[in-house]
């Protein structure tokens, strides 16, 4: 299984944005009934003793079962095709876990964008014969690589991925399913899982404070720094690969080009996200980058108001200094 196609950068990203530390159908299956005892079950034809099981939504009983005797899932089939890009960093044992999850969604192509591995991640996805690999011998950031993975990708639908977290494929079928119906940017619901705002980190508050500055309160924390998270091609083209490498940038474009930004599932990223030395600890590297992404966000949304007259001359001054005391006192 060494069929996986390879593509090799050399050097940095030209954005120069280093991390750092860093279908099957859904037909109706069917299920063995209890058998009934007595002369009347005997009687009985076969296709009484194969009766179709309800299932939940979107999913349905299939007839494999996997190496440990439980029914697998049939999962719902996407009328768009569908594209998942990967961005991983030294992620040898979690890759092929993720690569297994991914390959149960049926997907067009699976692009995975390796940044600066010293381990042995490169041939654990070589053994993925769908997966083309786009090699970085220098870490270029997960950003960089979701948006250079766009850039490759043909798909109607996006997915993105990071090669840490391990998400099962009925979670990931919910962000598919909700571009598929027409959702412009999928995002992940965090909020459940996040403590009052006076003990939030600053991460959490720059992603709040964005979204309420937006006009899209109701989004919470929910942002494209998080995976999982899905586009619509149409997003991809009305706002640009490139603005992928800026998330928050990307999501401040999306909502204000009047795209369909919702939350579309909750998966629990925070338990799962690997510690590293750039992304512990307050103030550390990774959070920085982050505060520094959403205060470029919001130099783009005020250019805007400006620009489409929703913020006046005078009172521009003013609103540059309350964005820098914000940002100043994270």
Not at 315 to 325: K, T, Y
């Amino acid at each position: 299984m060494m069929g996986a196609r390879e593509v090799s950068v050399s050097g940095r990203s030209s954005a120069g944005r280093t991390a750092p530390g860093s279908s099957s159908s859904t037909g109706r299956a069917a299920r063995r009934s209890a058998v009934v005892r007595g002369g009347a079950a005997k009687r009985r034809s076969a296709k009484r003793r194969n009766k179709p099981a309800a299932a939940g939504p979107g999913l349905s009983r299939s007839k494999r079962k996997t190496a440990s005797g439980r029914r697998d899932l049939t999962l719902p089939a996407s009328q768009g095709s569908l594209s998942v890009i990967i961005s991983a960093r030294n992620e040898e044992q979690t890759l092929p876990k993720l690569l297994e999850q991914v390959e149960r969604l049926k997907p067009q192509e699976i692009i995975v964008v390796l940044n600066g591995c010293n381990d042995r991640s490169f041939q654990r996805t070589r053994l993925c014969a769908q997966a083309s690999i786009v090699y970085i011998p220098e870490s270029a950031g997960h950003d960089v690589g979701r948006s250079l993975g766009a850039k490759l990708s043909r798909g109607d639908i996006l997915l993105f991925l990071d090669g840490d977290m391990v998400i099962s494929a009925g979670q990931l079928s919910s962000f598919v399913a909700a571009v598929d119906r027409g959702v412009d940017v999928a995002l992940n619901d965090l909020d459940p899982l996040l403590p009052p705002f006076g003990l939030s980190d600053a991460v959490t508050r720059c992603k709040l404070y964005l979204n309420q500055v937006l006009g899209r309160p109701e989004l919470g924390a929910s942002s494209m720094t998080a995976v999982p998270h899905a586009l619509s091609r149409r997003a991809l083209e009305r706002i640009g690969y490139r603005e992928l490498m800026v998330p928050p940038r990307a999501l401040a474009l999306s909502i204000m080009a009047g795209l369909r930004v919702e939350k579309a599932g909750g998966v629990n990223v925070i338990k799962q996200n690997r510690l590293r030395q750039g992304n512990t600890g307050a103030g550390n590297a990774m959070e920085q980058l982050i505060a520094g992404d959403h205060a470029e966000a919001l130099v783009c949304v005020i250019a805007h108001q400006q620009s489409s007259g929703q913020l006046p001359a005078e009172n521009l001054l003013e609103h540059r200094r309350q964005i820098a005391a914000w940002r100043n006192a994270l």
